[in-house]
């Protein structure tokens, strides 16, 4: 037998309205398109800094202390990075790079990172943030050219105090 | 004459691809979208280093200290003078000290006595800023009791 389709049975079927639903989605993603905001990762160096003369009291020995001296320039650019009396220049970043291969030099050439070792950072007064900031990364480790992960040689890194102009 | 209506002649498009596409985009946008409320000061220009990392294990506590310069439209400096950021109000660095030890007290008020002692003091310091001036907001931290500090920098740094 034949069924015939009846007007009835027609209206049955709900269309699903998507136009509210169009409409939201897009306002959703203009939202989050204008709110998008990238923001560059950020990364961070622990500082040791022993208050006065309070880490003497260990019966630990002292760690070595390999000191390096930033001078600056009147204008707070680098004047010459000083690695225990021998100056290693100023042409950033080659005088970080040598910095680096000295402190390589020091830790051991098979890479090993060393514990007992701490690096002090006597930077002048006026000299430029990013400048101690490079002489930190340059003293804390490498990116590994081959693998390009971090090769960390001495995470105890220190400020000196500061040299407050005129007090030299 | 009578005219036949033609029922089959409005096309309907199909929207699924594009309500799938859209929703990719929606759920694209909202990953990418950062809403952790972070501390940093859009005034603060950080310097560039491969090696800075985030922490693997994020701080429990933290004390973020923004150090810039105020600069104008044209991005020079107006005050050759750095200020500590704090909210709408710029403080000297050198005059930090009591805000610090204010700090010290809140910390204390939340989470018990010495608290502030496990709070790491993280410094975000515009690439100019003098590095004296950085040590002698270390200083004035260690007078307010604080031991831990660290220095942020930007990690994706241009090559050359």
Redesign the interface.
């Known amino acids: 037998m034949k069924i015939r389709r009846g007007s009835g049975e027609e209206s049955g079927k709900v269309d699903i309205q998507?136009a509210p639903?169009?409409d939201v989605?897009?306002q959703?993603?203009i939202f989050?398109?204008l709110?998008?905001?990238?923001?560059?990762?950020?990364?961070?160096?622990?500082?040791?800094?022993p208050?006065g003369s309070a880490a003497a009291a260990s019966d630990e020995p002292p760690p070595l202390d390999i000191k390096v001296r930033?001078l600056a320039n009147p204008d707070?650019t680098l004047g010459q990075v000083v690695f225990g009396n021998r100056p290693l220049g100023n042409d950033v970043p080659a005088c970080f790079d040598r910095l680096n291969l000295e402190i390589v030099g020091l830790v051991g050439s098979g890479g090993g990172f060393a514990d007992d070792m701490s690096v002090e950072i006597d930077?002048?007064?006026?000299?430029?943030?990013?400048?101690?900031?490079?002489a930190?990364?340059a003293c804390?480790?490498?990116?590994d050219p081959v693998t390009q992960q971090?090769v960390r040689y001495i995470e105890k890194i220190k400020?000196a105090?500061?040299?407050?102009p005129g007090e030299e | 004459m009578r005219i036949k209506r033609a029922g089959s002649s409005v096309v309907e498009a199909d929207m699924t691809p594009m309500i799938d596409m859209t929703f990719q985009l929606i759920a694209f946008f909202m990953i990418v979208t950062n809403f952790e409320q972070t501390q940093a000061d859009e005034r603060v220009k950080l310097p560039a280093d491969q090696l800075a990392r985030p922490p693997l294990v994020p701080r429990e506590d933290e004390l973020v200290l923004n150090i810039g310069f105020i600069r104008n439209a044209q991005g020079e400096k107006v005050d050759p003078d750095p200020f500590v950021f704090l909210g709408d109000e710029n403080v000297r660095v050198l005059d930090y000290g009591p805000y610090l030890k204010q700090e010290r007290q809140v910390a204390e008020l939340k989470h018990g006595d010495g608290a502030h002692k496990n709070m790491t003091v993280v410094i975000r310091a515009d690439s100019e800023v003098p590095t004296g001036l950085v040590q002698e907001l270390i200083k004035l931290a260690q007078e307010a009791g604080f031991e831990k500090f660290a220095f942020k920098a930007k990690s994706d740094e241009e090559p050359g």
């Open positions: 998507m639903m169009i989605v897009f959703l993603l989050f398109m709110t998008l905001k990238i923001v560059a990762p950020e990364g961070d160096f622990n500082i040791n800094m208050i930033l707070g930077a002048d007064y006026n000299l430029h943030y990013a400048y101690t900031i490079k930190i990364s804390t480790g490498r990116i971090p400020l105090p500061p040299r407050r």
